[in-house]
Each structure stands twice: as structure tokens, then as C-alpha cells.
């Protein structure tokens, strides 16, 4: 059975609020359900619901994708298809991640 960790939270400058996550995924050739990664929003009808933006994979790093979450709630976890995704504390962006570059949809 696939399962997926959350195991950073970075903060990136922009002119809205936007994080980059990287999510480890076991095992590593599992299919993600990109659309399925989400934070409900209480109240509000799901398409206002916030998805993955820009998911790609961690090179040399098994099993490791990030991608781009915008008005991430850090005190909530994420939903997936596989279940509930508690969230670390926010870190800078790693060295590892720095490949990756924000543009605004």
C-alpha cells in the first residue's frame, strides 16, 4: 500500500502567500493523485480549495516530489486520498530544493 509524508515546508517570497512543500512518496513509483492534496476550507465550496502547483520530482532522492501550495494553513494538515498529512514547522528552502524555481500561475 502507497503512503505519503510530508517532510518540509519552506516559505517562498512572493506577492501572495505560497510554500514550497516536499513530500516523500512510498513506494517511490507510487501514482499521486496530484488533484487529491488539498485544505479544506470550511464554508467554502472545494473549488476554492488550494491543489499542489508545479509538482515535480527531487533529483536523487528516491521517492521525493515537491511542489508549490498557496495559503497553506501550517497549523492544519493537507488531505489526500491517502489520508490526513500532518505538517512539520516551516524551514528555509533547502539546498537540495533550490533547483526550484516560484513562478505565479
Known amino acids: ?3 505519503m509524508r510530508v517532510i518540509g515546508v519552506h516559505p517562498i517570497a512572493a506577492r501572495e502567500p505560497v510554500h ?3 513530500l516523500e512518496v512510498e513506494p517511490s513509483q507510487a501514482d ?3 488533484g487529491a492534496i488539498t485544505q479544506p476550507l470550511n464554508g467554502r465550496d472545494q ?3 488550494q491543489v499542489p502547483y508545479d509538482e515535480r520530482q ?3 532522492a528516491k521517492g521525493h516530489w515537491c511542489f508549490f501550495f498557496h495559503y497553506l494553513d501550517g497549523a492544519r494538515p493537507l488531505s489526500s486520498a491517502l489520508g490526513d498529512l500532518p505538517l512539520p ?3 528555509p528552502v533547502p539546498d537540495r530544493l533550490r533547483f526550484v524555481q516560484y513562478e505565479e500561475p
Open 20 to 22: 514550497l512543500i516536499e
Open 89 to 91: 514547522a516551516e524551514t
Open 47 to 49: 473549488s476554492f480549495w
Open 1 to 3: 500500500m502507497a503512503s
Open 58 to 60: 527531487v533529483p536523487n
Open 32 to 34: 499521486v493523485e496530484w
